[in-house]
């Protein structure tokens, strides 16, 4: 279905956030901002929701562009919310070197590992993600709780 009005589908959104917020009595919310797109657009939404003041945006980096972590500060920036900055990659390095160890130790191989790691970057990507979940969760509760919203990018 072609948007044929934006506006309305822009208000839609913030209107059935705002009730999902009312719904559940929680007027808070968290938001992990990648630096992309999709996390700009949902934190405009969320901000007209709930106003910059009840959001935190977490950006938990894990081998991240410089440019990456650079349009999440000006998304934050550009919506007056707070952003939450933590460097994830050697605790990702270690957890998967760990989990490389582990299944070397049960009998898997190695370079056979390696080969499957390199050859599929969704892998590792869908680590990285189940990292982040958590993580931001738990920004989300040392800051007052709220509901955590995403893009779907998720484990």
């Known amino acids: 279905m072609p948007v044929l009005d934006l506006q309305a589908l822009i208000d839609d959104r913030v209107t059935a956030i705002r009730r999902f917020h009312e719904h559940v009595g929680s007027k808070r919310a968290e938001l992990d901002l990648s630096g992309g797109i999709d996390s700009a657009l949902m934190l405009g939404l969320l901000t007209r929701a709930l106003g910059p003041e009840n959001i935190v945006t977490v950006y938990s980096s894990i081998h991240s562009s410089t440019g990456s972590r650079d349009r999440a500060r000006e998304a934050a920036a550009a919506f007056a919310v707070p952003l939450v900055e933590l460097d994830m990659t050697r605790l990702f390095d ?62």
């Open 94 to 155: 270690e957890l998967v070197g760990s989990m490389r160890q582990a299944l070397i130790a049960a009998g898997y191989d190695g370079e056979a590992l390696d080969a499957r790691t390199r050859k599929g970057p969704t892998v590792l990507g869908s680590i990285r993600s189940c990292l982040r979940a958590p993580v931001g969760r738990g920004f989300n509760r040392m800051t007052g709780g709220g509901i955590r919203h995403g893009t779907g990018n998720e484990c």
